[in-house]
């Protein structure tokens, strides 16, 4: 796809969350939405499956989420009228955590890289395979990490996959204003293993 990502951006600037869906789906090209089962994760879910439920929905389960972010994601993937795939590390966390010493910690450089490629990148990888996206229906937002400070609601990632970002310039309230709003349920524990401190990037959205 040949497109002004810098004037895109203009003009979706003040288009409404569903708006940017529904433009990215008008786009006609094989499209996945993500989602992480994280705090307030409901809200992106929700507007794809109100714009059309049929948008496969990856969530890439690393194996280490607690278990209130299990129960929330089991209601949401029950009560919402979403097209959920799930994908997981080809290793049980049980039996990476006996053979490798479990998540490595902040100054495990190498180590970390590894350990998010097989819990994060690798399952990500297989999803990409089978989909084969030109699309991708992200929740990320601008205040989250300084990476995402960089990109704007469009924008074109190392693998040539076209990100859409309909929730980019939303703050905390607003997302919490459209869980309120839609009566959604968010888990209370989150945990990303591959993050290791807050403000990291998780590596699907860096990766080439």
Known sequence: MDLDIDNLNKTLRDASAGDIVSWALGLQQ??????????????????????????PTIWVDTGYNLRDTYVVA????????????????????????ALTGGIPTVDEE????????????????????????????????????????????????????LKVAPLFYWSEEDVEA?????????????FDPTKVHDGRECGMHTAA
Not at 74 to 97: A, K
Not at 130 to 146: A, H, K, S, V, Y
Request: proline fraction near 4%; charged fraction near 30%.
């Open 30 to 55: 094989p499209t996945i939405a993500t989602t992480s089962m994280g705090r307030n994760a409901a809200a992106m879910l929700h507007l794809v499956g109100q714009v059309d439920a049929t948008v």
């Open 74 to 97: 089991d209601r949401l993937i029950r009560s919402l009228d979403v097209n959920i795939h799930v994908y997981s590390p080809e290793m049980t966390s049980e039996r990476r955590n």
């Open 110 to 161: 190498e180590r970390h890289q590894e350990f998010t490629r097989q819990v994060k990148l690798e399952p990500f990888d297989r999803a990409l395979n089978d989909f084969q996206p030109q699309i991708w229906l992200t929740g990320i937002r601008r205040e989250e990490t300084e990476h995402r400070k960089t990109l704007d609601i469009v924008s074109r990632d190392a693998r040539g996959i």
């Open 178 to 190: 459209y869980m309120e709003r839609f009566e959604l349920p968010t888990c209370k524990h989150y």
